[in-house]
């Protein structure tokens, strides 16, 4: 009973660690974590609740905790910095979405509309799309995955050709990088 308790929150010991060690020198994790931290904490938990059943005790708790973890996951579609920040993180991009929202394709076009508003506030027009080595510069990568990071790794988009109008634009056609360049994080 012990041991399967214990199995049952290595996830949320996985993330904790996660979330602090990422982010050196700093109180907080990077916002871009917190939206695919959730969503892997609940198919965690909803794995969790299909093994042990409601009338198991593990499995009720691992049903609590994924009403009380889908209220917050809730709460992120009030904001759209938490989209952008995976936008914006030059790994993951839209891709992540692509990935990980596809049985959900009105989520992603709802977030598609939410990154567009927000950039058109903060937008600077270019008349030339921007070269990859302007946007990302050289880094050296240090790949360390646990079950967290191999549910995040997206792998590299393949981008699109045609020139962007402004600079996210330009962003966006470029391919997401395969791995976190090390001074992105630290």
């Known amino acids: 009973m012990l041991q399967e308790l214990c199995d049952a929150l290595q996830p949320f010991n996985e993330a904790t660690n996660f979330l602090q060690s ?14 695919p931290m959730i969503e892997w904490l609940l198919l965690t938990l ?7 059943g409601i009338r198991d005790r593990i499995g009720l708790s691992a049903n609590n905790a994924w009403n009380k973890i889908k209220k917050y996951y ?32 009105y989520w992603i076009s709802e ?53 962007a109008a402004d600079e996210y634009m330009a962003y966006c056609q470029l391919p997401a990088l395969k791995l976190t360049p090390q001074n992105l994080i630290t």
């Open 22 to 35: 990422n982010n050196k020198g700093a109180r907080y994790g990077f916002l871009w974590e917190c939206l």
């Open 46 to 52: 909803e794995t969790l609740k299909e093994e042990k």
């Open 74 to 105: 809730e709460v992120t579609d009030l904001s759209p910095y938490y989209v952008a920040a995976i936008v914006l993180n030059p790994t993951h991009k839209w891709r992540y979405f692509d990935i990980h929202w596809k049985n959900n394709k």
């Open 111 to 163: 977030a598609k509309k939410q990154m567009k508003a927000l950039w058109s506030r903060y937008k600077i027009q270019h008349k030339h799309a921007v070269d990859e080595e302007e946007l990302l510069p050289a880094a050296k990568f240090s790949p360390k995955k646990g079950l967290f990071k191999s549910f995040l790794a997206c792998g590299q988009s393949t981008g699109n050709e045609d020139e």
